[in-house]
């Protein structure tokens, strides 16, 4: 388990690396908030379900012995051990949640895959792959049949951004212990984006990428959160940590070898062919602490790189590829609150990431 630290003025954020191996209605939807006991915030991150059509659907890249009783079930037993060994306040799916292609019908493969998280009554949250629109339903309407599920946080598109690329942008904000001095401030925040799925310029191929629209909308976001952060009633010297899910990494993902990163690599980095200056975008807005992706099944580790971390979750699902003997898995991500002076619960002081399959 490998330890990186950053400082961030008054907080340190702590990132261990470790695996486990439209539009809502306001009024329904659930506050997120930091647990008063604990004083943690704890995430799962699920990324490449590839979910399909359940019992009839077969897994991939498993041991031959295991073929016959192995399925997409499989994927729905993991995901509810997981939830119950870990107990998140929130779970985040990243993409690639059913795979189009053998998906006989979009809305029933995305009912059964997110079931295990609506049947958990735990808030989840939910952005796009590259292969969730290539069954019944267009990018749209998959988006759409998530929003109206049942828990979910996940939105559409943010409401004040009237023109934005993708379906799937949006941000989730995790107020402080109920109480305390950020009871009605966010001492976290989550971004959400729709990295697409393949180029649609001629003269570029491969996969799509962040869109100055939606990276406009990270901007004016993160500058409101972190003005009101530091605003009265209780101003705080310095801007909430935050967060980004999304399924396509960065080019930036390609910038570690064995020697700056915790975890495994085990095939290349499968970004988009041009660079659209996201990374950059969030190190100049300051409050991004780490971002996380899925895509690339065999990859699961984590580097930091102008005081970002650029972590992967590596494949959770048995119809993704995947490589026989090297367990499914997931992330789990920590937030933990410092105590003040008085006793009470205050601002972040690490964020972590711990394993097990």
Not at 40 to 52: G, K, P, T
Request: hydrophobic letters at 40%; glycine letters at 8%.
């Amino acid at each position: 388990m490998g330890v990186l630290a950053k400082k961030m003025g008054a907080v340190a954020v702590v990132m261990w690396v470790a695996f486990i191996c439209c539009h809502a209605a306001e009024a329904g939807r659930r506050q997120l908030r930091f647990d008063g006991k604990r004083g943690e915030f704890r995430i799962l991150q699920v990324a490449d379900m590839h979910y399909a059509d359940g019992k009839r659907t077969p897994c991939e890249d498993v041991f031959p012995q295991q073929m016959a009783s192995c399925s997409d079930l499989n994927t729905t037993a993991f995901i509810r051990r997981v939830i119950l060994a870990e107990k998140p306040d929130l779970i985040v799916f990243t993409g690639d949640n059913i795979f189009g292609f053998d998906a006989t019908d979009a809305a029933s493969s995305m009912d059964a895959a997110f079931a295990p998280a609506v049947s958990s009554n735990i808030p989840w949250a939910a952005v796009l792959g590259n292969h969730d629109q290539e069954s019944t339903l267009s990018r749209e309407g998959v988006m759409k049949h998530i929003v109206s599920m049942k828990n979910t946080l996940s939105q559409l598109n943010p409401p004040e951004a009237h023109v934005i690329d993708g379906y799937g942008n949006y941000n989730l904000e995790v107020h402080g212990v109920e109480g305390s001095s950020l009871a009605n401030k966010s001492a976290l925040n989550l971004y959400f984006l729709d990295s697409g799925d393949y180029s649609t310029v001629p003269s570029i191929p491969g996969y799509g990428w962040i869109k100055p629209s939606q990276q406009l909308w990270f901007e004016r976001t993160s500058s409101n959160l972190r003005r009101a952060y530091v605003n009265k009633p209780e101003p705080q010297k310095g801007p909430a940590p935050a967060l980004t899910f999304f399924h396509i990494p960065l080019p930036e993902f390609a910038s570690f070898d064995s020697s700056n990163f915790t975890g495994v690599k085990q095939e290349g980095i499968s970004s988009a062919s041009v660079n659209s200056g996201f990374f950059t975008t969030m190190v100049a807005a300051g409050d991004v602490k780490a971002v996380f992706t899925g895509h690339d099944h065999l990859n699961d580790f984590c580097g930091e790189l102008t005081g970002i971390h650029l972590c992967y979750a590596g494949g959770f699902g048995y119809h993704a590829y995947g490589k026989a003997g090297w367990s499914r898995r997931a992330r789990m991500v920590v937030a933990s609150l410092e105590k003040t002076e008085k006793g009470s619960w205050g601002t972040v002081k690490s964020i972590k990431n711990m394993e097990t399959s």
